[in-house]
């Protein structure tokens, strides 16, 4: 379940949603591909993201497509953006 946009860059937007299994709140990170190489880029950070586990970087819990649209599944974090 997808809520609000909570922050915008240049590749997309990140929207609050939740969880359906537990309502646990995420944040839903979409970025649009206008080529196979876009595509790929995004596809390799969401590998990166996979393989990381630290308490200072948010977790990644997955990922779903849309059309030319990839969208991570992240950690909802309070408090907003580092700025």
């Known amino acids: ?11 997309g937007d990140v929207k609050k949603g939740y ?9 839903v990170k979409s970025m649009q591909y ?17 393989k990381l586990d630290s308490p ?10 849309k059309k030319h649209k990839i969208c991570l599944v992240l950690q909802f974090c309070e408090g907003g953006d580092c700025e």
């Open 1 to 11: 379940m997808i809520e609000e946009i909570i922050g915008t860059g240049c590749f």
């Open 19 to 27: 969880l359906l299994s537990t309502l646990q709140p995420v944040a």
């Open 34 to 50: 206008t080529n196979e190489k876009e595509r790929s880029d995004i596809m390799n950070e969401a590998l990166a993201m996979q």
């Open 56 to 65: 200072f970087i948010v977790k990644y819990y997955g990922n779903y497509n």
